[in-house]
């Protein structure tokens, strides 16, 4: 049997559903610019969500949904995706999961097209609060009253699935890119229908292009001494080189412990550089004028290198750069990067300054299996 069938076959589970509820939809208050205008909670049903669209619910410019939902009919979650993408009447939405709420199966696959628009182009927005529960899985068929589809419309039913999320993964449709990551495709079709994939760090949030409305990272307060200082570096700079080149240290497709695997220890990938980690450059910057106190440090080890790169040529350095807040008992760390390039003939015992070189994603001043 092919991977192509297998996963097909997966998506064409059908459910029981217990006693048919509507979802409802509220109006409400928005206290900020962003904020939640509607409310979508319960169950989903035919015509549940798309009812708002013939009540004028959604005439507003790009307003923000939030969902509290178990989920239900994917169809339905389908037909509203596709009257937001009509060329006439069509309609952009933010998504959000309050604090105690949850978003669950095809509320999932609802939120995760949250789309907002800016000066000049549409662009992912979709919100997670602290405490809030979003959970995967390979999505349910069958609308909770209706009767049991034919083979051949649960079928088709799930090569629109399929299609949908490869297309989106695939298409730059945003600032952003693409309006949906590829590993949301590998994290929805690789988890059976009766289980559920919760996005409970703050890591795998970044990487499913997700908006955490509390920065932990930034609220996190660190010692300040060298030892700190050079820990927290290290971890930046493997944390960072993992996600940079991610698609190198998963065995197969996306699975994100493998990342957190390869992040807490280098070593396990196929290609390490003999020597441990160690610090070329440290400099602490004063602020000055509008500028906050900064921390640099210069970076090498085993795991800073080119993946497939198979020579000495492809080792690399990690340079760091932390902004530092003074507050009691540390500092708070609003920003920071990580920067990898060549080694060639670079002088580690000088700053070589930020780099354009790698198209980092800067990660891990915290741990990435860090509970959001």
Known sequence: ??????????????????????????????????????????PIGKGDLTSAIDDGLLDDFAPRICLNSPG????????????????????????????????????A??????????????????????????????PFMRDGTAPAASDAEVFSVALQVAKLLADRSYKATSTA???LPPELLALVLGTPSAEMRYIDTFAEARLLGIEMTENIEANTIFADTP???????????????????????VKEGYDFDDLIARASDPTT?????????????????????NQPEKFISVLTGPAYFQPHWNSAGSAMYCRV?????????????????????????????RDPG???????MTIGLLPLDTRY
């Open 1 to 42: 049997m092919s991977t192509i069938f297998r996963v097909l076959t997966s998506l064409t589970l059908l459910v029981l559903a217990g006693p048919a509820l509507a979802g409802t939809w509220n109006k409400l208050t928005p206290t900020g610019h962003g904020d939640c205008a509607l409310l979508f909670e319960g």
């Open 72 to 107: 239900g009919s994917l169809a339905e979650v389908l037909a509203f995706i596709e009257a937001s993408d009509r060329s006439e009447n069509g309609f952009y939405f933010g998504t959000r999961v309050r604090a105690g709420d949850e978003c669950l199966s095809s509320c």
């Open 109 to 138: 696959i609802l939120f995760m097209f949250g789309m907002s628009f800016g000066a000049n182009s549409p662009y992912p927005s979709r919100q997670l609060d602290p405490g809030a529960r979003l959970g995967f899985h390979s």
């Open 177 to 179: 890119g693409p309006a």
């Open 227 to 249: 030892e700190n200082m050079d820990r927290l570096a290290r971890q930046i700079c493997q944390s960072s080189h993992t996600l940079t080149f991610r698609r190198s240290f």
């Open 269 to 289: 990938a196929a290609i390490v550089f003999p020597g441990d980690h160690q610090v070329h450059f440290r400099r602490r910057v004063p602020p000055q004028a």
């Open 321 to 349: 750069e932390l902004q530092m807040t003074r507050v009691p008992g540390g500092v708070q760390i609003p920003y920071y990067s990580a920067d990898f390039n060549f080694l060639g003939l670079i002088d580690l015992k």
């Open 354 to 360: 930020q780099t354009s070189t790698v198209s980092e």
